[in-house]
């Protein structure tokens, strides 16, 4: 039976940065930090970037403003961890060779997240991370199906629905 | 006019490209890595210029890590306003796109 997997936050963070930031340019998914310049000189830009990927973390997106680089972050669950990555990430900005013809400019962290608390505001506050609240419709059904997946009702009307889907030849 | 029916990414190099429609179809396919026959729905673009150059050709794909991306644009076609710059890291299940959307002047 094939599990149906979904990209939550990938269409989050594309539905904000759309929304909000509309009118500048954008980048989702860019790989941020050093890249070595004896292994450019060595193998080139473009095969130096492909090996120095394991190294590299990913930021969610990036918008460039006329005198900013906003980093954004979205997360849906486990939103510490996206607090927690911004500041590391932002520390490499200054060593991406991708956004070298960008720089200098002064950089936003942003954290991108369906639901706030007042604990979460307070770290944000404390570590110069910008919160934002950004609900589109969609969330709450995904929210709610997640919270469901291990109930028992849930798995008998999931494994039922599955098993129609064999039985009509759509899976 | 560069002659290219479709648009093939090739890994790290940017590929700058306008889109000017888009469908959804589905297509019969053979899964690499379990072999298996299996129907997709994929994402197709009309390209009209492809790193500069104009060009009739298409893009598609059938990954919603990179689908995903285009998603709010989709709707209202708003990808027309944008020059969209896609590279592609990694191979199979491992497989990224980095996306940069760069509004047009017009």
Known sequence: ??????????????????????????????????????????????KAIRISRPNRPEVDAI????????????????????????????????????????????????????????????????????????????????????????????????????????????? | MVLQNHVILVNDVPARLHFTDHHIESRTITEPVTLQAAIRNTLVFNVDRLNGAPVQAVFSTMAEKLAGQFQPYLGDKSYRSYEVVITQRGDGYQRRWTVQFIPTKT
């Open chain 1, 1 to 46: 039976m094939v599990r149906k997997t979904q990209q939550v936050e990938t269409r989050l963070v594309a539905e904000y940065v759309k929304s909000q930031y509309s009118k500048f340019p954008s980048i989702t998914a860019q790989p941020v930090g050093v890249v070595s310049q004896e292994l450019m000189a060595e193998v080139g830009y473009t």
């Open chain 1, 63 to 171: 918008v460039i403003l006329p005198n900013y680089l906003v980093l954004i972050e979205a997360k849906v669950w486990h939103i510490v961890d996206g607090m927690a990555k911004l500041p590391l990430y932002k520390s490499l900005i200054p060593y991406t060779p991708e956004l070298k013809e960008y720089m200098p400019r002064d950089v936003i962290m942003e954290l991108v997240v369906p639901w706030s608390n007042p604990n979460l505001e307070i770290m944000c506050r404390d570590h110069g991370i910008v919160l934002k609240v950004f609900t589109p419709a969609w969330i709450n059904e995904v929210v709610n199906r997640v919270t469901n997946y291990s109930t028992r009702e849930y798995r008998l009307q999931r494994s039922e629905k599955l098993r129609n889907r064999e039985l009509l030849g759509l899976e």
